[in-house]
């Protein structure tokens, strides 16, 4: 185990060492694998717009009962994997993990639930929750538990709409936002406070959740990784600071440690304790996330002056060398997978490096207007896709994102029976 280490001390280990991971990243293009010939994009192209189309046919028809839930379920399921196995690749093994491992039941059970804590709560926010909820799930599935959505599970992912969107919230004052997080952290250290509004009496229910399931004598090291993720996510207020000049926050560091505490934090709610191998696994998958999602969201952080490694540089230099970083960093982070004995664990593990590879390369797609002309030619060459039929499909897609969404939900919560 981590032995006597404060997970606080351990997290700043881990934060200097993939800084460092960082910083020692080639600016080079890597290795990234097979490539695709312009026919077998185009192949795979017609695969995924039909695959869009029978979203779209979905839609018009939402699902009401049970059995058109269930009906809907089974034709997602079956194009899913039509589509997985000709366009990506992805074998009926590797589909298995994430259809029949547990995934999908977790899914539909943490909508449930979310719905009868909060049935006011928008379905995107449901969403956003559910993937914190997937990434419990993967953890489980490493560390050779049973994939479940535990009070644990439920509780600190349903505090991500409650307290991650407000410190993003531009809106919201620096102050309100301070108070907000000085009181939720003395409640993380334990001190009995009483809610003073309807938000802190959310806050405190869910908090409550991981409380019933990991108590503070035998596991500590869960409230201590609580502490990290809560003092990583008021530091990134710092990143909402438009008029800052370059230098003057430490984006990178703070960003990575955002990232890799909420990952790490999963780990130990999931484990209640956790090897050094294991937490810098996990804290290492969390900044890559990070960084992915910051490359993704590279245009609207910009525009609303969020500060990312991605936002300060576009429009003043291609993020040519700086993307390449973010591949190297990835080889360096994936390094650290070794599944062992537990069943499914190497599927997941090949489904993290094919997906993390794409998401990577789906941002680029989405934004070349960032990087050099022969750089998007060359690396489109990885995607199995051409970029703007991607982008094509994806705008179609977003065109109906809320009923999208709308769909998801309604499907996993049992809305409308």
């Not at 059995?67 to 196995?85: C, I, K, N, P, Q």
């Not at 909508?111 to 909820?133: G, H, L, T, Y």
């Not at 309807?198 to 090291?221: C, Q, T, V």
Request: proline share 5%; aromatic share 8%; net charge negative.
């Amino acid at each position: 185990m981590v032995g006597e280490t404060s997970v606080g001390a351990l997290a700043r280990v881990l934060l200097a060492e993939h800084e460092a991971a960082w910083w020692a990243s080639r600016p080079g293009l890597p290795d990234l694998g097979r490539t695709y010939s312009p026919s077998e994009q185009r192949s795979h192209e017609r695969e995924l717009a039909r695959l869009v189309d029978e979203l779209l046919a979905e839609l018009r028809h939402p699902p009401v009962t049970a059995g058109d839930r269930e009906a809907v379920e089974r034709r997602m399921t079956l194009s899913g994997r039509t589509f997985a196995r000709s366009s990506l690749g992805v074998d009926d093994a590797h589909m298995d993990v994430l259809l029949q491992g547990g995934f999908t039941p977790c899914a539909r059970e943490f909508a449930e639930r979310a719905r009868r804590f909060d049935a006011k709560m928008p379905f995107e926010d449901i969403a956003q929750a559910s993937r914190n909820v997937w990434t419990m799930n993967g953890l489980q599935m490493m560390l050779g538990l049973p994939l479940r959505v535990t009070p644990s599970a439920f509780g600190y992912s349903m505090l991500y709409p409650y307290t991650d969107n407000l410190l993003d919230d531009p809106d919201v004052t620096e102050e309100e936002k301070a108070r907000v997080n000085e009181r939720f952290g003395r409640r993380i250290s334990g001190e009995d406070l009483a809610p003073e509004n309807g938000h802190e009496r959310a806050l405190w229910s869910l908090f409550a959740e991981i409380e019933s399931e990991h108590s503070r004598e035998a596991a500590p090291r869960v409230y201590e990784s609580l502490e990290v993720i809560h003092r990583a996510q008021t530091k990134s207020v710092l990143l909402l600071r438009r008029d800052e000049p370059p230098y003057g926050v430490d984006v990178l560091g703070i960003s990575l440690e955002k990232g890799g505490a909420s990952v790490l934090t999963d780990g130990y709610l999931v484990a209640g304790d956790l090897t050094r191998p294991q937490a810098a696994l996990f804290f290492g998958l969390g900044a890559l996330l990070q960084l992915a999602d910051d490359l993704q969201d590279v245009d609207s952080d910009a525009r609303s002056g969020t500060l990312t490694v991605f936002s300060q540089t576009a429009g003043r230099w291609p993020l040519d060398r700086l993307v390449n970083r973010l591949f190297s960093f990835r080889e360096v982070v994936l390094e650290e997978f070794h599944p062992g004995d537990t069943p499914g664990a190497a599927q997941l593990g090949d489904l993290m490096r094919g997906a993390s590879l794409q998401l990577i390369l789906g941002a680029v797609g989405a934004t070349p207007r960032h990087f050099s002309r022969a750089y998007v030619r060359e690396i489109e060459a990885f995607s199995p896709f051409g970029f703007r039929s991607l982008l094509r499909q994806r705008r179609r897609l977003d065109r109906q994102r809320v009923s999208f969404l709308g769909l998801a939900a309604s499907a996993l919560s049992g809305d409308g029976s």
